[in-house]
């Protein structure tokens, strides 16, 4: 009985632990959004590099998707999605910091 109730703990900590990072990648790409918006509405974006930055997040998203087509993201697709994500938000910082208004 012990045992089983081991197993089952673990089971809700690893299931836990990986909606949690599903999460994490999902509350990135909303505030990534919400960063592209912003600048747009600032003018610190040309509508270029606003189409640009859209295109290299909705990238972001297919790799998700697939990643999740089998019910889970591995560690590997997690991690890859992870540095497409902190490409894409270094992308949006240099982009927003340029020179080039709208």
């Known amino acids: 009985m012990k045992n089983i109730l081991k197993s089952l703990l673990v089971l ?5 632990a990986l909606n949690v990072n599903a999460q994490g ?11 592209i918006v912003q600048g747009e509405k600032s ?3 040309t509508p270029e590099e606003t ?3 859209e295109a290299e997040q909705r990238r972001i998203q297919a790799e ?3 990643a999740k087509a089998d019910g889970k993201i591995t560690p590997r697709e997690r991690r890859i999605i ?21």
């Open 25 to 35: 990648i999902r509350k990135t790409q909303v505030q990534q959004q919400q960063r």
């Open 12 to 16: 809700v900590a690893v299931a836990t």
């Open 43 to 45: 003018g610190q974006l």
């Open 82 to 102: 992870r540095h497409d994500q902190r490409k894409a938000s270094r992308d949006i910082y240099v982009e927003k910091h340029d020179a080039q208004k709208r």
């Open 64 to 66: 998700k998707r697939v």
């Open 51 to 53: 189409r640009k930055l």
